[in-house]
């Protein structure tokens, strides 16, 4: 199913979230272009709601994120999303 345009994501490294094409702000220790070995380990759907008319689904889930900090290997951290 294609996103829409007025899509929204959010996570706690965004000062606020972005809406459709909007290019998020990160908070500078957090911008993700600076981290380095970075991965998905694990998303989990908790729950997935269809519209009444099959156009449109919205998910809910949760994640874990492994990466090193922005630039320092030896800062590696594991963020679990809370669901």
């Known amino acids: 199913m294609p ?9 706690g490294a965004m000062k606020r ?7 998020p702000e990160y908070f500078a220790v957090e911008e993700p272009g600076k981290r380095t070995n970075q991965k998905v380990v ?4 908790d729950r997935l ?3 009444a008319s099959g156009d449109m689904a919205l ?3 949760h994640s874990t994120l492994d990466c090193d ?6 800062d590696h951290t594991k963020m679990t999303s809370p669901n």
Request: charged share 15%.
């Open 69 to 74: 900090g922005a630039g320092n290997t030896a």
């Open 3 to 11: 996103y829409t345009g007025d899509e929204v994501f959010w996570s």
């Open 59 to 61: 998910e809910f889930s």
């Open 42 to 45: 694990n998303i989990v759907v």
């Open 17 to 23: 979230p972005p809406v459709g094409s909007q290019k």
């Open 49 to 51: 709601e269809l519209a």
